[in-house]
């Protein structure tokens, strides 16, 4: 049943009131924390202001001029879900406040969604970065390897992963330089130095991690939710021919850190509980520390897009989260297992998530099979990689019995090489 409420919801939109995102919006100079209805953005540092959340526990003073969400995730899941539940009675059309009070709301507390600017939504303490999609990591392993032994021998014991960079991860809208740095292109036998050749996206999503622990502390798999407070939409913008030169033996390095883009809207774990899904059959088991029961995948649609310069977006690729074999939970438990400790507002991301089919793909490493075949855009144009000018749009959005919960999008445009 969905809620109906008093400020207007277009048909389709991602942010119905049974989604209520957070997100830190800049207008006029000041700096807030949002949520998001249809086209609308409440501010709710102007909500609390008014009077409007008065609960035991609701202490907003401070947290909704902060310029990132860390102090409000750091409330907890009880105030969490209480304020989401608070905000759904206040834009209710059931539970409306007196029309004093509406308009009071509507000329302190809300803006048109294009009037903000919207901002990144969370300080990210440390990232990591896993490789949990099955297709994906037999696509590459498959392309680099043995087409024939194209997973590790670890894959299906363990979520692969590596520590990534925080510093450069940014919000949707924001324009990356290509970067520069060495390859050792095929046949040569010196290392050459320039931009890169071969720029691509990884479609991901990432969860923002919700409360900490200590060192040595580990975070159990059935319990690992507790410590999750919402999820991203995630581009890993990643160059190939510098990573298939430095990566051995220790992973990817600045094939990744010259940037990653997140959309600005946090989506709860609780919007998303309608869409819960069963990830695929694990065999072989595994080991009793990664095991979880229930339904602890999520059936997102995830879609990229490419757009160049001033011409039309084109459609890539289209995904789905709930392809990926190592969950959010087990991912969070195997992370922690050896007592490294986690921090409110640490960035999980998912690794690259392809689907089975080849237009479900979430790479140009793989839609293009490593450059040997080209994708056609609408408007006549090749693309085997990424190129300057490009802007690469990523949008996701869960659906089901006329209920959608999105994420808008999270946008990047790719600026010449600045080297
Ligand atoms: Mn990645």
């Known amino acids: 049943m969905m809620i109906k409420s008093w400020v207007s919801i277009p048909e389709e939109s991602d942010f119905p009131i049974e989604n209520l995102p957070y997100g830190i919006a800049r207008a006029g100079g000041n700096t807030f924390a949002v949520t998001r209805i249809g086209d609308t953005v409440a501010d709710l540092s102007k909500l609390y202001a008014l009077g409007l959340f008065s609960e035991p526990g609701f ?26 539940k608070r905000l759904q009675e206040i834009f209710s059309t059931e539970h409306a406040p007196d029309n004093n009070l509406k308009r009071m709301i509507e000329s302190i507390a809300l803006k048109p969604a294009g009037e903000v600017e919207m901002l990144m939504p969370v300080k990210v303490t440390d990232y990591t970065d896993f490789y949990s999609s099955i297709e994906h990591a037999t696509n590459v392993g498959r392309m680099f390897r043995d087409p024939a032994n194209a997973l590790l021998p670890n894959w299906k014991h363990l979520p692969v992963g590596y520590h990534g960079r925080a510093s450069s991860i940014v919000v949707s809208g924001a324009g990356i330089h290509r970067p520069v740095g060495q390859a050792m292109p095929a046949g040569a036998e010196t ?68 940037g990653s883009v997140v959309s600005p809207w946090i989506v709860t774990l609780d919007a998303l509980e309608p869409f819960r899904v069963a990830g695929p059959v694990q065999d072989p088991e595994v080991l009793p520390y990664l095991q979880t029961e229930g339904l602890r995948n999520f059936d997102i649609n995830l879609e990229v897009f490419i757009q160049p310069g001033e011409g039309r977006e084109s459609l890539v690729c289209r995904s789905n989260f709930r392809h990926m074999y190592w969950n959010i939970c087990q991912q969070l438990a195997h ?58 749009i990523m949008r996701g959005y869960a659906a089901k019995n006329g209920l959608r919960i999105g994420f808008g999008e999270c946008r990047v445009n790719i600026l010449p090489a600045k080297f």
Not at 59 to 66: A, K, L
Not at 211 to 231: D, Q
Request: glycine share 10%; net charge negative.
């Open 335 to 392: 992370h922690t297992v050896n007592g490294c400790n986690i921090t409110t507002g640490d960035l999980y991301a998912s690794g690259t998530i392809s689907g089975p089919e080849p237009g479900s793909y979430g790479s140009m490493l793989e839609l293009t099979w490593r450059g040997t075949k080209s994708l056609k855009l609408a408007d006549g144009e090749e693309r085997k990689f990424i190129d300057d000018g490009d802007a690469v």
């Open 59 to 84: 202490d907003f003073e401070d947290v909704f001029t902060q310029p990132v969400l860390n102090d409000f995730i750091s409330m907890g899941q009880d105030v969490h879900r209480k304020l989401r």
């Open 191 to 258: 290392p050459v130095f320039g931009p890169s050749k071969m720029l691509d996206f990884e479609l991901e999503m990432a969860f923002v991690v919700g409360r900490g622990t200590e060192l040595g502390e580990s975070v159990k798999a059935k319990e690992a939710e507790n410590y999750i407070f919402g999820f991203l939409l995630f581009n890993d913008l990643s160059a190939r021919d510098i990573q298939s030169w430095e990566y051995v033996p220790l992973g990817p390095f600045l094939s990744k850190n010259f």
